[in-house]
């Protein structure tokens, strides 16, 4: 099984920001923990930082071509006006689920990308990634 | 570990609604899938169907008064306009997860409540319950 | 042939409100000559008066569970934001047609139940429970 | 009894529109139907077809010159901007009653006309010129 | 001169709630209070809480037809859609006060029940009851 | 000097409507006044009145060939949406001058055919023409 | 007879404005036009030029407390929002009459104190105060 | 204790005015039954009638420098865009109150002040006042 | 191969407009253009000036009955509300293609038409004609 | 004569959608339909696909900067937001030509960027490549 | 060099408002350093603070007539709807630089004074002043 | 002291633009202008152009970790939605200035980046560059 979680614009500063909304843990940390993830749970899972909206769609209709079965993205930056990377996800097959650490609901905060979601995961800090990720799960071994 | 689910307006006529955008599983079953998951994570699952919202209020008082760790709610009918449930589940301790069967923000739907949830699932079915309920351990493993 | 009529909040103050928007027929003798049609024309009439919305959510489930063949509501309090209700009479398979004693358009009040209504009726008065009640006959007659 | 019927814009391709939204009876088929259903009732009735809202208005001002009793319309094409068509019905004495195919709250679609309108009728196919037909006598009937 | 006190949705929490915009007084601490307000002000004061709009309903006709003199309601979670609770407010001769905690324009929140209201009373914590009453009186006392 | 003025949908049955807010003066005794005002200021005065919109601009074309110095109209019931007209108004080079009976801001009434007007006379009843007739007269009279 | 014409804020600017909008004449010489035909219509005249709009106010006060039979205004830099001006117009008898040197509509600008007057004139210039005073003379003739 | 009260726009008319929106009762009479209220209430109170907002700013500052306890006013014409008077009485110390002679929520009036105020009283009458002036003594008598 | 080109409301004054918008080419220029075109490209060419909606209305049915393959139309002043057109353009069989002489997009117009339109070309002055023919030509070959 | 032709976002998957709205043809075919059409026609064209918003100003600026006579651009994801790429395109000289497969006004999208075309071509699938590309070169060849 | 700067309502407070989004520097202390940097960059300034908008026109006026060379405001109480002050500033010749202590595009505030002014200067507390000052000297520095 | 200038897409064209809203100097004379300023106000100067926001953002997070003190931007074609650099710059230390050369708030233009920025200075063409420097070296010797 192999999945591709996008990190949109700005994730690469995670736990090196000001304020704490976005709490401690680093990119890197985080990483670390997915990578674990993956192992224990058996699955592929490349993850593909990018500050530009342009280079997420290349990445998405790569992976699409190679095979990937899922595709999670946390789109951060590009909650707001990603409306390209929208069709994107709508014109390819595997399955999208969206991530937020917060409940952008609360901040009232609308994520264009959704229209193209299977479903949403949201507010749980970097837990958000793991019930995401075991989420998907669920939904592809269904699919078998 | 003692959990309350709300299941809010019609969901008592799941499975026998016309059209299919909600699925085969009836309510009942639904409840037998959810008491199993509850036995097998070893949790207390409270399950509380009701048309009146003001009903879930008062349900929700009294396990919040009986010590319930954590409430999810599904609020369905009483996702457009239930800010009397929201304002309850605002000012009351233990936290709230957010359940939907589907992608409201698909269907371009707005729910009143979000505001006071600490996360949101939406969109994998009635698998939404069970991926709430574990996010719901996630969150309640921390606090100890 | 059973039908269903429910009767939204505050109807059971009809004839005795003030000013004269509504009339000075009061709720019983309403009842009267709608028992009186419904031996005429030979069909079985349940009326139901209730001002609290889930009430009427219940009723419903329970009458489609009897057996009835069409459902009738004067919305009145609940016109203006009882989307459940709404829900609900969209999952049920009996037909809903909507009545108003009033021309709620020329009052410039959108129902937000007609979204789930096969016809609506509206303006004439009581005379609308008569009209309504024969139109639901012709609909009824038709699908024999 | 004479009452005046006004089709609006569009109702003479009555049965060969593309799609199947209004049925498959056409403009002639229909005032054979309406003329059946004046004779077995006792009235006259004059049935206007025109795709000019200004023809429409000078009916009107004719036919209450020549002392019709009643008038009832499908605004049809008419039902989005006809300001004028309304502003006339609401000068003349005769009451006005409003009939529509389908139920036009549902489709999102307003009436300008309502306005004028003593009540509404919609949502009923072709029965809806019969119901309507049967509340003016019903209403007329009681101005004697 | 008895006076009836209607407490909405969520004012049974009052001093038990997070956070501190309500101050620390419970349901039961308010009630004592207001009671011995009524003592020595001479008057009778019947004290109801609720969480279903529609008991509220039901107990504004009993307490009308019972003779009730005036009327006195904190919305609460009522505030943002109880239209037909407000509609029963103006149907009644009794006049209606309305009450609130803190300063709802302030919160840019508005009530659907102001419609129905004489006067109304906000921003003065628990205050605002014992001004709301001694309104009342000042209102009552000039109709006699 | 010649002037047109366009009396547009509804005009004709003034004096006669229900109601009274445009005054007790028939069409027949406006036209006898505003005939006996072009003989004493010395003007040739064309009154027309239609109820479609499409026959005024023909008019307006016509008289614009026809040599017309200026151009005064009553929308009336064209005052909601005649963007054609105002159109065509724009298009000629005679100055349009508009005229209300009544203060049509006053009543929240926003004409689409202000855009083409030089100038506005409105709220003087039918004193509103004579103002209008003799600005009229005072704008040709500086391009002379 | 006695008028009263307020110049509202920035009108003593007139003529001596950048661009071309508003015409060359100067307030100096608008109040010896305005002087010559009171002279020559045979009514008293007081031109008040002010900036403040409380000091409007009060003027129109003293006004109505010296006997003026009529009051009119350029409300020009007041066109936006002079609430209270309107209030104070509308709480006063004597009738009032609106000016504007441009034709408002056309650009778009709503007068929030038409909402007080009985007749507007716009577009001609500095022509709209002599129509306007002549407009007001004839509704003052009547009223003998 | 020493108390200012600031009387908005138009308030100078109370009692002459056109309609009886606002009782009969005039600004002197008013003044008088403030007067002997703080006389038996014993407190100082300064009333202050101006049409200007600015002057109204003005008084605001000097009071608080002379030591004034606390600030009421009834806005009136200032209700709707007195934005500098609300930032004033935001900066300063004293607690503010606002009165309204109307529910003006009833009249779909919105006070831009409101966001300045510790509470409202609306409603009442010339009571509004009364009321006001002991709400402001409950809340001062408490900071002691 | 029979074309039906409707020219709506104004277009008959062609060429002789105010300004240049529109260029310089008169309508009688337009058609003889129009008609070579029809010659060199090999089809038949119905052209139809009207200013009436309804007039335009039913010579599309006329069309329609006696066999024409494709509809097109610069809809000019009926550009802004000929829904009444609209839904007839929607009812009939042939394919539809809408004409603008100008970007209605950049200058901020929507065409209700637009709904009903298989395509649009807008923007080449009247090469918009010739490239919509030769669209429709293109269109036309494809079915055969 | 030298043609740019820009293929915004997710146009290199045409052909491979899911749904069929977009019709069967790949971006590889529509490419050599493009260069034959070219050759036919006798001009230059360059094809130039992106899925960076920022890499397209980058291409037409140096497209400009070589000389290039015509612009084309089918903005598919960049429709929705596209501002910057907008203003680049108004910056420079050569005419810009836009295109659609769909009718976009018909699914309710507004092009960001149709404010800097000199005229539009949607709704004829991948025939709207090739009108548009004929209506520039009518377009060049007025310029000469 | 003669420069004006109006200081609006609310600044004579500045240093002694409640919390500390303004800073700590009063009116006075502000003035003098204000005056020294007048005397170092060798320029005459005059402040002048006002709590009336009027006055702040007649001041204009005034300066204007005296011949200023450039005018500075900080709009304060006066920018959410000074649009008399706004048509006054852009009556006049000598250009206009708009102060604020505060960014007020993060705090979501428009200036409708904006509309005026040849440049803003915003965001860097009592900087701003300087800031501004010394940008006004650029630009005159040009005009020599 | 060390600053990061960035320029926002289109800026590249600056000077060549059709039009003269932003005036004749071109990139490369504006560059060594600001590489004169900084020399003679001694600090370093890194001016970066780009028409890919994510560059820019890429851009930032380096120059933060090479230790940047200030950020200045001129957004140009990235004011309308450059979501994901706004975060970007709230995320990080170093106080950010916006730059435009024109007053956006006059053209109606609302900056989405404005919401990170401590200050804006916007409308004195090239010069607003350097009063942005002036005024960033005022904030950072203050921080020292």
């Known amino acids: 099984m192999k999945l591709l979680l996008v990190q ?25 923990l997915l990578k674990q993830h993956a192992l224990s749970f058996n699955y592929d899972l490349e993850i593909f930082y990018t500050n530009l909206e342009g280079e997420a769609i290349n990445k998405v209709y790569e992976s699409v071509e190679a095979g990937v079965d899922g595709i999670l993205a946390n789109p951060a930056g590009f909650t707001y006006n990603a409306y390209a ?35 949403m995961i949201q507010g749980f800090g970097i837990d958000s990634y793991f019930i995401a990720l075991e989420a998907m799960l669920k939904v592809l071994s269904k699919k078998v």
């Open 85 to 119: 990377l929208r069709d994107c996800l709508k014109y390819v097959k595997p399955p999208y689920i969206e991530i937020h650490l917060t409940n952008i609901d609360q901040r009232n905060i609308r994520s264009v990308m959704s229209e193209a979601a299977l479903g």
């Open 8 to 32: 949109g614009a700005n994730l690469n500063s995670l736990g090196n920001r000001q304020g704490n909304t976005y709490g401690a843990t680093t990119a890197e940390q985080l990483d670390t």
